[in-house]
């Protein structure tokens, strides 16, 4: 398994706030890999860094071949790369049909509009409901679903079950095992670490702008209590 996504010595400045510190991580092609950290630790930053929504930053971020610290934020989906804010960014007036039909297709292979309802059917059901009608839960699968036609092949995810019902979360996690299934490399932020424990096949563990800790999933059950104390939940 190569190495898809390898960032060396990030940092990262809201203004003066500087937020990340030196992180260093990579994430191999077909991997699932899922970022712990408290509140405010610099885990969407992380992300929003990745894909230059941060522009002040230093260090390297290199993904698939190109070198991210070059590439504005609007080109950042050509290089393979989608990104799912917690915000979801769904268009409230538009249809779930249309809100899927939106992001431009960047490569070949992502998923036809069939394949995408055959792995949401929710969303088949509610095809012409308007954003503003849909549910947390329908939300947040829009939200993945869309980027799914684009054709890229890493998704980065933050916190897609927050404030979501048990059986939604379920249904998120299932969806996300079958991507994984399909190759599609996972780079997520979650509080939620059973829900990550049934995905991800390695942890990275934050702590003030930096990578503390590392581990595979194997490790997850034997640092439990580190972890309940580290992240206060
Ligand atoms: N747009 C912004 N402008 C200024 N400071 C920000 C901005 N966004 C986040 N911060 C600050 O940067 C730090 C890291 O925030 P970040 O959102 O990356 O943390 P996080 O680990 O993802 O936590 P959370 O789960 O609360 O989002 C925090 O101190 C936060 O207050």
């Known amino acids: 398994m190569g190495t898809l996504l390898d960032i060396r010595g990030l940092n990262a400045w809201y203004g003066e706030s500087h937020v990340l510190h030196g992180v260093d991580m990579d994430v191999g092609e077909g991997e699932t890999v899922t970022i712990l950290g408290r509140n405010g630790v610099g885990k969407t930053t992380t992300l929003r860094t990745i894909v230059g929504i941060v522009r002040s930053r230093k260090g390297t971020i290199s993904f698939a071949g190109n070198n991210m610290m070059q590439v504005p934020l609007h080109k950042a989906a050509h290089t393979g790369i989608g990104f799912v804010p917690e915000e979801r960014g769904i268009f409230a007036t538009l249809t779930v049909s249309e809100n899927l039909l939106l992001p431009p297709v960047v490569a070949q292979g992502g998923m036809s509009v069939d394949e995408i309802y055959e792995l949401f059917p929710n969303l088949y059901e509610r ?20 980027i799914l036609r684009t054709g890229v092949k890493m998704l980065l995810l933050d916190e897609p079950t927050e404030g979501l019902a048990p059986v939604i979360v379920q249904r998120i996690g299932d969806v996300l095992k079958k991507l994984k299934q399909r190759g599609m490399t996972i780079l997520l932020v979650e509080q939620n670490f059973r829900f ?31 972890l309940h104390k580290v992240l206060g939940v």
């Open 196 to 226: 990550a424990s049934r995905i991800a096949d390695r942890f990275y563990l934050m702590d003030h702008g930096q990578m503390v800790s590392e581990f595979p999933v194997g490790e997850l059950a034997g640092r439990m209590d580190t």
């Open 127 to 146: 095809r012409n409901s308007s954003g503003t009608k849909l549910s947390g839960g329908e939300q947040q699968m829009l939200a993945m679903a869309r």
